[in-house]
């Protein structure tokens, strides 16, 4: 059976992107995020990967995530960047060896009344995101909560940017000066950046960086493209041309009726829609690559199809792959077009998708 829509992965790419953060950031540990399956490219794979390649330390967002990595064997220090939910959840987390991010007192409260001594914990402070983390001002209740469990194996003090993608933003200088201030001479390893800090903002890269989309080789930046940081899509998501004819001039395509033929027109009808992850959003104009040229889509995405112009690619022939994205065409450009971030372009990804996997 050939597959209809895949995403070949290239670990070669991360291991590639991997040594690329690591010289942005030479003295620094690397935590790297391999949350929301991998960001879409496959926990288990990409995680091991990255553990073979050296890596320091994983970062995912739940228990859930981190036991899937532990059952496929991986032994990398694994963080909980949300922590745990429960008692039960901090019991699994440190039977499975894993650090928990503890970011709220009920958290703290909960692990002090475990009386375990093993526990490995990060304590997440919030500098500005209002997202998660402790107030500045709880920084002393947690060195003295600290000083009160000396057996617990601290392993620093993080804290998340909410403005590093913009280079002129002035709330990551202040981020960092707040974090720097509250900790003062505290001991503990400090956390602060993620792709975005550890490329543009030198002064994020403390003893841990925790780089995610970098690493799947997409620009965290909006004015510089992965290749200008030197760093290499790892993914690549093609269709299969299904069908192609010609429409007559003044007709018109797909749902909605929106696009019409300004002349006769060759249209190639590719396999792939938006219940593969191929967003609906994405309008006329949005490019793939046909025999290794640009060809624009036209219309609607549908469920299971998309229609493009086939005008300027007379070779094209049905069975032909057609790239969504990956190299030639980067996925922040198609993520730009749908007017959301690579990120969720990435996530968007459904379980139809045959994944597989390069550069073993
Ligand atoms: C996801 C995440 C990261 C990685 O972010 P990127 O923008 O993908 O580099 C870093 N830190 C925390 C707390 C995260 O949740």
């Given at each position: 059976?050939?597959?209809?829509?895949?995403?070949?992965?290239?670990?070669?790419?991360?291991?590639?992107?991997?040594?690329?953060?690591?010289?942005?950031?030479?003295?620094?540990?690397?935590?790297?995020?391999?949350?929301?399956?991998?960001?879409?490219?496959?926990?288990?794979?990409?995680?091991?990967?990255?553990?073979?390649?050296?890596?320091?330390?994983l970062?995912?967002?739940?228990?859930?995530?981190?036991?899937?990595?532990?059952?496929?064997?991986?032994?990398?220090?694994?963080?909980?960047?949300?922590?745990?939910?429960?008692?039960?959840?901090?019991?699994?987390?440190?039977?499975?060896?894993?650090?928990i991010?503890?970011?709220?007192?009920?958290?703290?409260?909960?692990?002090?009344?475990?009386?375990?001594?093993?526990?490995?914990?990060?304590?997440?402070?919030?500098?500005?995101?209002?997202?998660?983390?402790?107030?500045?001002?709880?920084?002393?209740?947690?060195?003295?909560?600290?000083?009160?469990?000396?057996?617990?194996?601290?392993?620093?003090?993080i804290?998340?940017?909410?403005c590093?993608?913009?280079?002129?933003?002035?709330?990551?200088?202040?981020?960092?000066?707040?974090?720097?201030?509250?900790?003062?001479?505290?001991p503990?390893?400090?956390?602060?950046?993620?792709?975005?800090?550890?490329?543009?903002?030198?002064?994020?890269?403390?003893?841990?960086?925790?780089?995610?989309?970098?690493l799947?080789?997409?620009?965290p930046?909006?004015?510089?493209?992965?290749?200008?940081?030197?760093?290499?899509?790892?993914?690549?998501?093609?269709?299969?041309?299904?069908?192609?004819?010609?429409?007559?001039?003044?007709?018109?395509?797909?749902?909605?009726?929106?696009?019409?033929?300004?002349?006769l027109?060759?249209?190639?009808?590719?396999?792939?829609?938006?219940?593969?992850g191929?967003d609906?959003n994405?309008?006329?104009?949005?490019?793939?690559?046909?025999?290794?040229?640009?060809?624009?889509?036209?219309?609607?995405?549908?469920m299971?199809?998309?229609?493009?112009?086939?005008?300027?690619?007379?070779?094209?022939?049905?069975?032909?792959?057609?790239?969504?994205?990956?190299?030639?065409?980067?996925?922040?450009?198609?993520?730009?077009?749908a007017?959301?971030?690579?990120?969720?372009?990435?996530?968007?990804?459904?379980?139809?998708?045959?994944?597989?996997?390069?550069?073993?």
């Open positions: 059976m050939i597959p209809r829509v895949t995403a070949t992965i290239d670990l070669t790419a991360l291991r590639d992107n991997l040594a690329r953060v690591r010289r942005y950031a030479p003295g620094s540990h690397v935590m790297a995020a391999v949350k929301a399956d991998g960001y879409g490219h496959g926990a288990v794979p990409v995680a091991r990967t990255l553990a073979d390649a050296g890596v320091d330390a970062a995912v967002a739940c228990l859930e995530e981190a036991v899937k990595l532990r059952d496929a064997g991986i032994a990398a220090p694994i963080a909980l960047l949300e922590g745990v939910m429960s008692e039960d959840e901090a019991r699994e987390a440190v039977r499975q060896h894993l650090q991010v503890v970011h709220d007192p009920w958290q703290l409260a909960l692990l002090e009344s475990l009386q375990d001594a093993t526990l490995s914990l990060w304590f997440k402070i919030d500098t500005g995101m209002h997202r998660l983390g402790f107030a500045p001002t709880a920084v002393p209740v947690l060195a003295n909560a600290l000083q009160q469990r000396p057996a617990w194996n601290f392993c620093g003090w804290t998340h940017l909410a590093a993608d913009e280079a002129d933003n002035p709330m990551t200088q202040r981020q960092i000066a707040l974090f720097d201030e509250i900790l003062g001479t505290l503990g390893a400090r956390s602060i950046a993620n792709s975005a800090g550890l490329i543009a903002w030198p002064l994020t890269r403390r003893e841990w960086v925790r780089p995610g989309l970098a799947y080789g997409a620009s930046l909006p004015e510089q493209s992965a290749a200008d940081l030197g760093l290499r899509p790892a993914m690549r998501v093609e269709g299969r041309l299904l069908s192609i004819h010609d429409v007559p001039e003044g007709a018109t395509i797909g749902y909605g009726a929106t696009y019409r033929c300004p002349q027109m060759r249209i190639g009808v590719v396999a792939v829609g938006y219940a593969d191929y609906r994405l309008p006329t104009g949005t490019p793939v690559l046909v025999c290794g040229r640009r060809a624009p889509m036209v219309g609607r995405v549908s299971d199809m998309i229609t493009i112009d086939l005008r300027e690619v007379p070779e094209a022939r049905v069975g032909d792959t057609v790239t969504l994205w990956g190299e030639g065409l980067p996925a922040e450009e198609i993520a730009r077009y007017g959301t971030l690579v990120y969720e372009l990435f996530c968007g990804l459904t379980k139809r998708v045959h994944f597989s996997y390069s550069g073993f």
